[in-house]
């Protein structure tokens, strides 16, 4: 079994829908998944890494991290835990080149889809 959190600053509805589209096609692997919704502070972002250190630890390989998380910093607490993380709005923002000032409209449309 392998554990996979869906991490979001907001409701965590893109995170989890992208994520477990893209668990579909493995079939063949169970998957522990975990909701971690409104992660907007730091302290809620620390123990997000702690939870994602202690379910890799259990399941003995990283943990997989789907995240809509806006934040660098957040962001930065999660990817220090050293676990596979994938962050979407941010691979979109950096392929489609928005500009940091459309990032809030835009997160917000993303999580309105």
Same mark, same amino acid.
Request: positive net charge; aromatic residues 14%.
């Given at each position: 079994m392998r554990t996979v959190f869906f991490i979001? @600053? $907001? /409701?965590?509805? /893109? +995170? *989890? +829908? #992208?994520?477990n589209s893209l668990l579909t096609q493995f079939p063949q692997i *169970? !998957? %522990? $998944?975990?909701? #971690? +919704? !409104?992660? @907007? /502070?730091q302290k809620k972002a620390q123990t997000a890494a702690k939870l994602i250190k202690e379910a890799s630890k259990t399941d003995g390989q990283p943990a997989l991290i789907f995240s809509t998380q806006v934040s660098s910093e957040y962001r930065h607490l999660l990817k220090i835990v050293g676990e596979l993380f994938l962050t979407f709005l941010r691979l #979109? !923002?950096? %392929?489609? %080149?928005i500009h940091s000032k459309l990032n809030h409209l835009m997160k917000w449309v993303f999580l309105m889809a």
């Open positions: 979001s @600053d $907001r /409701t965590g509805i /893109t +995170a *989890e +829908a #992208l994520g *169970e !998957f %522990k $998944r975990v909701n #971690l +919704a !409104f992660i @907007d /502070t #979109l !923002f950096q %392929k489609w %080149k």
